[in-house]
């Protein structure tokens, strides 16, 4: 997305900016300095990763909801409206139904297991080969993709918004970023998160209301785009979003996201109690219904100006073809007045630091739980605290180094590299899933599933990269949407971990950790059920109006 629109920005806009650094700082401050000091009841190391295990439902909801949504997120979907792909939407409401069951079903098991980190719960479950595997796959995971792509988005928003050079921007986004997480831990992460929700959720508004009053209302929203605009459902035969896909593929990969990532779990693991984990989850299911219409409408908006108004409204023009991911910058230094422009774009801010810190934050959590202190068992708070400062400080760096490689493998390959974690997250799932229902499943049959699951999913890559050349059945097996693909690797990797698991009985005593009677109390849980049915049935209202 190369549009240079800093001078679109006045003193007020950058005024917008600078007070929301400001608000920032003093929040930070106030975690790391004043907040810290009370916080002693469950020592260094719960109060650094888990927030001292004190958490209240909004803020976590929040910081479920927040720490997902990236800069490239937000262009991403208004693009995705833009040209029409609606049905990209999906993906956010499947998210709450993961989320429901991340609330429901696994936060009871891994709050009562007392774990850290997810790989730490695979262990007391299978082995600690499985706790290995799911660490350094992670890590390996977060570095090359996560953590790299978000500090160069944010390099591109400052120079792009900003007239920062590229380089300079990005110091100054990782700089920013990674201090308070350093000194904060999880706690300044998802306080941070909530306060970046704010003004992600405002300056999304604010920025669809605008361009609905100016195409003159919904009616002429709709008179100027096409049914695909509005439409959540593609048929099966469809490459990007089949229905059967977004049914049953799009739901494995939101378990392993929502249910078994590091990334997100560690929220509900830092809960005060059950009950606010679970609300937090619910709430956070409620926000996840949101983006369909602040994040990819305006996409769609931008499609109406711009067929509507052409002279005012226009896509740049990228090898002869509509760049429809600049329909945010677009629309944004078009429509809204001073001040506002700098809201949205303190918002893009917002929610590039809060995916950044959140994966600093969870990367060192696992290099400090899963890897460090499998060697110095006996390593004390303070010190392991210190491994995860340092960690963190040495994620930046890394994250920094590897940027200038996107230039060498930028395009299909780099997309294809991001992609692999989809194509391993089936048998990360099943194995979450099938382990929590039933004991019969075990170490044997977890480390076949997942080398079964790895081995699959990176010939999947292999073939991709080489599609052009391929024909007959390798061509068929590389040219599977995705969302099948998943469907059918998941399927394998259930199959694979029961076959595998059947001969041995499983010596470890797992009862605790298996879905038996009695496990989901639902007594005292009226409310929560209440509000779940009522997500649920707004889900469902959504796929019936759309």
Not at 230 to 242: A, E, V
Not at 263 to 275: C, E, G, P, Y
Request: proline share 3%; glycine share 10%; hydrophobic share 55%.
């Amino acid at each position: 997305m190369q549009i240079s629109l800093e001078n679109s920005l006045n003193g007020i806009d950058f005024s917008v900016i600078a007070g929301y650094f400001l608000v920032l700082v003093v929040l930070v401050l106030y975690i790391t300095i004043v907040d810290r000091r009370k916080a002693k009841k469950e020592g260094a190391v719960a109060d650094y990763f888990l927030g001292g295990k004190n958490l209240g439902w909004i803020v976590i909801g929040a910081s479920l909801f927040a720490s997902n949504i990236g800069t490239e997120h937000l262009v991403g979907l208004a693009g995705a409206g833009a040209a029409g792909d609606f049905a990209a939407g999906q993906f956010e409401i499947i998210a709450a139904f993961a989320l429901l069951l991340l609330g429901w079903l696994f936060v009871p098991f891994y709050l009562k297991s007392g774990v850290y980190t997810m790989p730490e719960f695979l262990e007391k479950r299978y082995s600690s080969w499985s706790r290995g595997y799911l660490s350094y796959i992670s890590i390996a995971g977060y570095i090359l993709t996560k953590i790299s792509v978000t500090i160069a988005a944010g390099g591109i928003i400052f120079t792009t918004l900003l007239g920062v050079d590229f380089w300079t921007g990005s110091i100054i986004i990782v700089v920013i970023t990674g201090l308070y997480t350093v000194f904060g831990g999880l706690k300044a992460v998802i306080y941070t998160d909530f306060m970046q929700l704010i003004v992600l959720l405002l300056g999304s508004i604010i920025l669809t209301f605008f361009g609905i009053s100016e195409l003159g209302g919904t009616q002429a929203l709709v008179a100027a785009t096409t049914p695909e605009h509005f439409s959540l459902w593609r048929p099966m035969s469809d490459p990007d979003f089949p229905w059967t896909g977004i049914l049953f593929g799009a739901p494995i990969l939101g378990v392993w996201y929502w249910c078994t990532d590091q990334f997100i779990v560690q929220r509900v693991l830092a809960a005060k109690n059950m009950n606010n984990a679970r609300q937090g989850t619910i709430f956070a299911g409620f926000l996840k219904t949101l983006p369909l219409f602040i994040f990819v409408l305006p996409g769609v908006i931008a499609f109406a100006l711009a067929s509507q108004n052409p002279d005012k409204f226009a896509f740049p023009i990228i090898d002869g073809a509509q760049n429809f991911d600049a329909a945010l910058p677009m629309i944004t230094m078009s429509l809204l007045p001073a001040g506002l422009k700098g809201l949205v774009v303190a918002g893009l801010i917002a929610a590039l630091m809060s995916s950044l810190s959140s994966v600093f934050n969870s990367c060192s959590t696992l290099i400090t739980i899963d890897i460090y202190k499998k060697y110095d068992p006996q390593a004390s708070e303070k010190k392991l605290v210190t491994v995860g400062q340092l960690s963190t400080i040495v994620l930046v760096v890394l994250g920094l180094a590897w940027i200038p490689l996107l230039k060498l493998i930028e395009g299909g390959l780099f997309q294809k590299l991001q992609s692999i974690q989809a194509y391993i997250s089936p048998p990360i799932a099943a194995l979450f899933l099938i382990g929590v229902f039933s004991k019969k499943v075990n170490e044997r049959g977890a480390k076949a599933a997942l080398l079964t699951g790895l081995f699959i999913g990176v010939f999947r890559l292999i073939l991709e990269l080489n599609k052009s050349s391929l024909s007959g059945g390798l061509f068929y097996f590389a040219d599977i949407n995705f969302l099948h693909f998943a469907i059918l690797l998941f399927g394998i990797c259930a199959a694979v971990l029961w076959f595998f698991s059947k001969p041995i009985a499983n010596p470890k005593n797992i009862e605790h950790l298996i879905y038996s009677k009695g496990v989901l109390q639902l007594e005292g849980q009226k409310q929560n059920l209440i509000l779940s049915g009522l997500l649920i049935l707004t889900i469902i209202s959504l796929w019936i109006v759309f």
